[in-house]
């Protein structure tokens, strides 16, 4: 593959083994939305770096694996504690998903 793909709305996918462009960076641009006078930060924006985060624990786990697996490392705790860093981060994120469709449905559900 050469690159993310963008769907019609012109937004880059995600990539398996790829690095999410963090704020400010030259790949993704200024991504996080500046929030109104008297706001915090943007709940985008708190849900993007949530997700960066998660990417890197896959990312340092994928890269401990490799490395226990060539024998360059001799720590298996190590390798295995970010495995299941890795493994739980993910877990939460697809049940915070799971939670937010509920929702949406719940919200769709009501009656005017």
């Known amino acids: 593959m050469t690159g993310p793909v ?21 790949q993704g641009g200024d991504a996080s939305p500046k929030p109104a006078a008297g706001e915090g930060p943007g709940f985008l924006a708190e849900l993007q770096k949530a997700l960066w985060q998660v990417n890197a624990f896959q990312l340092e786990a994928q890269a401990a694996g490799q490395a226990l697996a060539s024998g360059s490392v001799d720590d298996v705790a190590k390798a295995m504690i970010a495995a299941q860093k890795a493994s739980l981060a993910l877990e939460l994120t697809v049940e915070v998903r799971n939670r937010a469709i509920e929702a949406y449905q719940e919200v769709m559900r009501m009656q005017i």
């Open 6 to 26: 963008a769907p019609s709305g012109g937004i880059p996918l995600w990539e398996p083994g790829s690095r999410i462009a963090g704020p400010g960076s030259a």
